[in-house]
């Protein structure tokens, strides 16, 4: 009885290992670059105002961590962009912040995919009279396709879009949908422990 009660302690020790062995912590820092930004400002209160802006471009850093088992990837993300405009009503530069959770899916054929829900969005500019500007309260989605087949580095494109409820500058809030859109090019360098 006390050899069957070893053997038993074994095969769960090690049926239990080799199935532990393929779960990993995710973590993955990148670089890139966002290309054809977008931002469509609507105001209820001021309809005149609304305006469209695009071609925005600039770079962006941040990360993801999480979870990964055989292939499935789960965790949260933050990216950070510095996007350069050219409008006449901004300063050529918004600084946008975003933290969003991501679902996720590495194929064995050098594939992965994954999608992501943004809960934290904000921005700041300053606008032609140099009042600094606040874009907050914002959420959005994001979709990404990467190429996972050269050594330590992942290659990635990425879309991204959220909407921002809130402006505030001079010292007053505004209620406003801001709509933004940017797709990202970017590097990554998946590590899993």
């Known amino acids: 009885m006390k050899r069957l009660s070893q053997i038993t302690l074994l095969l769960a020790l090690v049926l239990g290992f080799s199935f532990q062995s393929h779960a990993a912590l995710l973590i993955e820092p990148l670089v890139g670059f966002n290309i054809g930004t977008k931002f469509d400002l609507k105001f209820d209160d001021f309809p005149a105002?609304?305006?469209?802006?695009?071609?925005?471009?600039?770079?962006?850093?941040?990360?993801?961590?999480?979870?990964?088992?055989?292939?499935?990837?789960?965790?949260?993300?933050?990216?950070?962009?510095?996007?350069?405009?050219?409008?006449?009503?901004?300063?050529?530069?918004i600084s946008m912040s975003e933290w969003a959770g991501?679902?996720?899916?590495?194929?064995?054929?050098?594939?992965?995919?994954?999608?992501?829900?943004?809960?934290?969005?904000?921005?700041?500019?300053?606008?032609?009279?140099?009042q600094?500007?606040?874009?907050?309260?914002?959420?959005?989605?994001?979709?990404?396709?990467?190429?996972?087949?050269?050594?330590?580095?992942?290659?990635?494109?990425?879309?991204?879009?959220?909407?921002l409820n809130q402006m505030s500058y001079g010292g007053t809030d505004y209620d406003t949908e801001i709509n933004y859109s940017s797709i990202l090019l970017g590097l990554s360098v998946p590590i899993t422990i």
């Open 132 to 163: 600094s500007v606040d874009l907050s309260k914002g959420t959005g989605s994001k979709f990404g396709l990467g190429f996972t087949g050269l050594p330590f580095i992942d290659i990635n494109i990425e879309y991204r879009t959220a909407t």
């Open 49 to 93: 105002q609304n305006k469209n802006y695009s071609g925005g471009k600039g770079g962006a850093y941040g990360g993801r961590l999480g979870y990964q088992n055989f292939g499935f990837q789960l965790g949260v993300d933050y990216l950070k962009s510095s996007i350069d405009m050219n409008s006449d009503d901004f300063k050529t530069n």
């Open 102 to 130: 991501f679902l996720g899916y590495e194929f064995p054929l050098f594939i992965r995919v994954y999608a992501g829900y943004i809960f934290s969005a904000n921005g700041s500019t300053e606008n032609s009279t140099n």
